[in-house]
């Protein structure tokens, strides 16, 4: 159960303050922080939630927010004109955000199988 977004336009660390407020939450209580957290980036994460939980099959309240990784995508440079005909590079930062879900159950379930297997 996996969703993930692709050269998203705008900088990871900006998009880790976001991602690290969901990690470990159920799917639902993450649905609820995103819908009233005042941030830009807190629409797309929302949506990227909602696909992974649609990709799934079951209800938000059965899944949890397993593992969500912010990476550094694509660095598109620009040029900035400046005095004396100089040229300043400007760098636009793009982030890919991978959020992967689990079954609360299958949580307990591997436990159980790691315990018989010791």
Do not use: C
Not at 91 to 115: G, P, Q
Request: hydrophobic fraction near 40%; charge should be positive; aromatic fraction near 2%.
């Amino acid at each position: 159960m996996k969703a993930s977004i692709k050269n998203y336009r705008q900088a990871p660390r900006k998009i880790r303050l976001i991602t690290d407020l969901v990690k470990g939450k159920s799917a639902a209580q993450a649905q609820a922080i995103l819908t009233h957290l005042i941030k830009r980036g807190s629409l797309p994460v929302k949506k990227l939630l909602d696909s992974a939980v649609s990709n799934s099959g079951e209800k938000a309240e059965n899944l949890i927010v397993k593992k969500i990784t912010t990476e550094k995508g694509v660095v598109i440079k620009r040029w900035m004109p400046r005095a004396m005909g100089r040229a300043f590079p400007i760098h636009k930062h793009t982030s890919n955000i991978v959020i992967e879900l689990a079954s609360k159950n299958s949580k307990k379930d591997e436990s159980i199988n790691l315990k018989s297997n010791v």
